[in-house]
């Protein structure tokens, strides 16, 4: 038996018509020899009657903070509609289905409302179901608890990752991921007119890309499918391209073959918004930024992109948590200096660290493009700059330019 997962977003599933676009998917591969299971989001977006966003307004306009527990089981209900919903598509054009809540199709979370993490899939049922015929139609993003079946969400990209881990659980051949785009681009299309598809990628490049702000898959699902070996691929509900096959580096083609963007190794543009950078003098024998460090930790603010100078550390924070950040640093005695309105711009490939020429290409774009540098960080994989948000479109175009082939 052939098992294949399919996961449709939002806005796969919001209307009639795009409904009968997944059925059409799920048809071919029912007609391909797979047994499929199908993974759903909740319907549309914020504003459509049962997305999550809609139902987490309609909670807080009741109460602005209601507690955890109520709060996930909210936020499962849009799931809970879309697989019914998406589950009597199928049975009146013929199709065996049945929808299943999260819990019922196994999925075994830790007790942390509203980011929950996975403890095991529970596969016995949807194996069962797919053998005599059946297409379980689960939500994603949900499950449940093993000790006293409490409902959780898995947090931001928990139906890919829910997906990505009913694949590993029943062994499937692969794992399908639908969204309104037709795979993976070299940058956000939003800001680069000449992105293009990427064909094929690496688990480790597009975990990369989706740690330094691609949104179009979440880099808890690919860390899944990858310390599993199952090939995932991100294609569109909505058009017939072939989509980008996510893989192992062995699988991928030569530099040569590829035909995105891959000088020098490099496979795609990302960005993130909404950063403050941070600038922070430092005093006496404090050297290795340490206390910094320990302070800001204590505070519970994440740091990212840092750098260690003899006499001063820099880092960057997201800008929801400068005014906490600022506060630290003042009970601490540091002086230092905020770049509000600030964006991290980065190149992602395989293998860049130790190639002669690239770091040089990636600051001599920037600086043509006229964008200051605020700081780079490096690694095998990629190279990063933190910029002002303000000049992010000219930052990643020129990037996009300079590195691709």
């Known amino acids: 038996m052939k098992i ?9 599933v919001a209307t009639p018509h795009t409904r009968q ?9 029912v007609d391909a020899g797979y047994a499929p299971i199908v993974v759903v989001s909740a319907m549309g977006r914020r504003g459509d009657p049962y997305a999550t966003d809609t139902l987490i307004d309609m909670l807080k306009s009741v ?45 075994i979370t830790d007790g942390r409302f509203g980011n929950a993490r996975i403890k095991t899939v529970k596969a016995k049922h949807l194996k069962e179901l797919a053998a005599d015929g059946i297409i379980p139609v689960v939500c994603g993003f949900q499950g449940v608890t093993d000790d006293n079946l409490n ?62 702000g691609a949104k179009v898959i ?33 699988q991928i083609e030569t530099i040569e073959e590829q035909d995105d963007v891959t000088s020098n190794h490099a496979s795609g543009v990302a960005h993130m918004l909404n950063l403050a950078f941070f600038q ?25 992109s840092f750098s260690l100078q003899p006499h001063s550390l820099m880092f960057a924070v997201y800008a929801s948590a400068a005014a906490k950040t600022e506060e630290i640093l003042k009970a601490n005695g540091y002086e230092y200096k905020l770049i509000p309105s600030c964006a991290k711009v980065t190149v992602v490939g395989t293998h860049m660290g130790g190639v002669p020429g690239v770091m040089a290409r990636f600051v001599s774009a920037l600086t043509d493009a006229g964008v200051q540098i605020l700081q780079t960080t490096d690694s095998d994989n990629l190279i990063s700059a933190i910029v002002r948000e303000n000049e992010v479109k000219e930052a990643v175009n020129a990037l996009h330019t300079a590195f691709k082939s």
């Open 63 to 107: 109460n602005p903070e209601p507690n955890a527990h109520e709060l996930d089981l909210m936020m499962a209900c849009g799931e809970i509609i879309s697989s019914t919903v998406m589950a009597a598509t199928l049975q009146k054009a013929g199709l065996k289905a049945m929808a299943l809540t999260g819990g019922q199709a196994g999925m």
């Open 280 to 304: 922070v003098a430092l005093a006496g024998d404090e050297t290795n930024g340490s206390h910094v460090f320990t302070a800001v930790a204590k505070g519970g603010v994440s740091i990212g």
């Open 21 to 29: 676009l997944v059925l059409k998917k799920v048809q071919e591969a």
């Open 4 to 12: 294949i997962v399919q996961k449709f977003g939002g806005t796969s």
């Open 151 to 212: 409902i959780t969400t898995l947090g931001r990209g928990g139906s890919d990752t829910s997906a990505a881990a009913f694949g590993v659980a029943v062994g499937a051949e692969k794992v399908e991921i639908y969204t309104d785009v037709d795979g993976i681009m070299t940058a956000d299309p939003r800001i680069v007119s000449d992105a293009r598809i990427i064909k094929k990628i690496s688990y480790d490049e597009i975990r990369e890309m989706a740690h330094q």
């Open 218 to 250: 979440h880099p808890r699902a690919v860390e899944i499918v990858m310390r599993y070996g199952v090939p995932m691929v991100v294609k569109s509900t909505f058009s017939d391209a072939p989509g980008t096959l996510i893989t192992a580096d062995d």
